[in-house]
C-alpha cells in the first residue's frame, strides 16, 4: 500500500494536460518504469475503463492499484492520485470566498475573467482533439450531430444531459456494430458478493437523487448524477454541474473561475467538485461539502467498476457491445459541442477581454502546443494585468 500510494502521489502532484496526458502517464510509469503491468493487460484495463461513466485516468488508476495492493491498494492509488489538486482547489475556493466576503481587488475580476476565457479555450480545443479521435465515419459524425441537438433541446432540463448519450449508445449497438469489432477479456477477478456490494451502492447513490429537492439534496443529486453518468472524462462533467448555477447555489462567474483553475491543476479534473462543494450556497459548504464532494463524484464510478467487472468478459466479445460504445462515444462529442455553444461561448458575452484571451490561449493550445495548465495560468495573469 505505500509503495502504490507513493507513486500515485507523485504522478497526482506532476500528472498535468488532462485524462488523455494521465494515461501516457500511467503507461510509462507502470508498463515501463515499474513493470507492474505488461502492455497487453495495461490496454485491457484502459479498455474496460472506457466504456464506463466517469474519469477513466482515475479508474485505471484504481485498478492498478488493485492489482498490486488488493483493495487497499485501489484505494490508496485513488487518495494518492486526487488529494494534490484537491488541496489545491479547496485552497483556491477558500481565497475566492475570501475576497468575497471583503474588499475585492482591482485586479481580481480580471483574473476571473482571465480563468474563464481559459476555459472557454481548454473546452472549444477537447472538442476538436476529441472529435478527431472518436468521429471517424459518417455513422459516428451523425450521432454526434443528432446528441448535440438533443442536448441543446434538454439545455433548460438540468440532469437530463445522459439522455444523449443513452440514445447515442443505442443508435451504436444498432447501425455501429461490426463482426470483426471485439475486445479483449478483462485480467482482473471481483468476487460475486463484493460486485452485488457494489451494485447496491451505487443504486443507493442514485437514489439520492430522487430525494424531494433542497438545496443541499440538489448539490447532492447533482454530484451524483455527474460521477454515474459522464461518459468522456472531467471536461463533460461541466454541463451536469453547470445546472448548479441555474439553481442559484454557486455564480456563473465563479462556476467557470474554478472551471479554469481546475485546468491548471495535476490530477484528475473531477476535483472541481472540491471547489463546487466548498463554494456552493447550500448548508454543506466549505470543508465538510469539499470532502463530500470530492467523494460523491468518484464513488458511483468507482462502484461500477466492481459491480460490472464480472460480466465484462461475457459480453465484451459481442459485436453491438463495441458498436454501443462507439455511438456512446460520439455521443460525447456532441454533448461537448452544446456546452461549448451554451454556455461556454454564449457567457463569453461582449466583454473584448475575456474574447481576446480566449482567443490567443485557443491559439497557443492548438497552433503553439502550449500546455493547457501554462496557458491557464498566463491567461490569468493577463486578465489581472488588464483589468488592474
Sequence with gaps: ??????????????????????????????????????????????????????????????????????????????????????????????????????????????????????????????????????????????????????????????????????????????VLHAPGLRAEPLPIRVSRPVSIVAALVFLLLVAVTALPRTATTALLGTLIRAGALVFGGGHVVLPLLQSLTRDRLIAAQDFFAGYGAAQAMPGPLNTFATFVGYTNGSPLHGLAGALVATVLIFLPSFALIFAIAPVWNRIVALPRAVGALRGANASVIGLLAAVLYDPVLVSLGPNPARLAIALAAFGAIVLLRTAPWLVVVVAAALGALLRA
Design 1 to 174: 500500500m505505500r509503495e502504490v500510494f507513493a507513486a500515485f502521489l507523485r504522478l497526482g502532484c506532476t500528472s498535468f494536460g488532462g485524462p488523455i496526458a494521465h494515461l501516457a502517464y500511467f503507461r510509462r510509469t507502470f508498463v515501463e518504469e515499474r513493470r507492474w503491468l505488461d502492455e497487453a493487460t495495461y490496454a485491457r484495463i484502459v479498455g474496460f475503463c472506457s466504456i464506463l461513466p466517469g474519469p477513466t485516468s482515475s479508474q485505471v488508476g484504481m485498478l492498478i492499484g488493485l492489482t498490486r495492493g488488493g483493495p487497499l491498494g485501489a484505494v490508496a492509488a485513488w487518495l494518492g492520485f486526487t488529494a494534490p489538486s484537491a488541496i489545491l482547489m479547496a485552497l483556491i475556493a477558500a481565497v475566492l470566498t475570501g475576497a468575497e466576503r471583503h474588499t475585492t481587488p482591482v485586479w481580481f475580476g480580471g483574473l476571473l475573467d482571465g480563468l474563464f476565457a481559459a476555459a472557454a479555450a481548454v473546452v472549444a480545443q477537447a472538442v476538436i482533439a476529441l472529435a478527431r479521435s472518436l468521429c471517424t465515419d459518417l455513422g459516428t459524425k451523425l450521432v454526434a450531430v443528432c446528441a448535440m441537438a438533443v442536448a441543446l433541446a434538454l439545455r433548460a432540463y438540468p440532469g437530463y444531459q445522459w439522455v444523449p448519450i443513452l440514445l447515442g449508445a443505442l443508435a451504436g449497438a444498432l
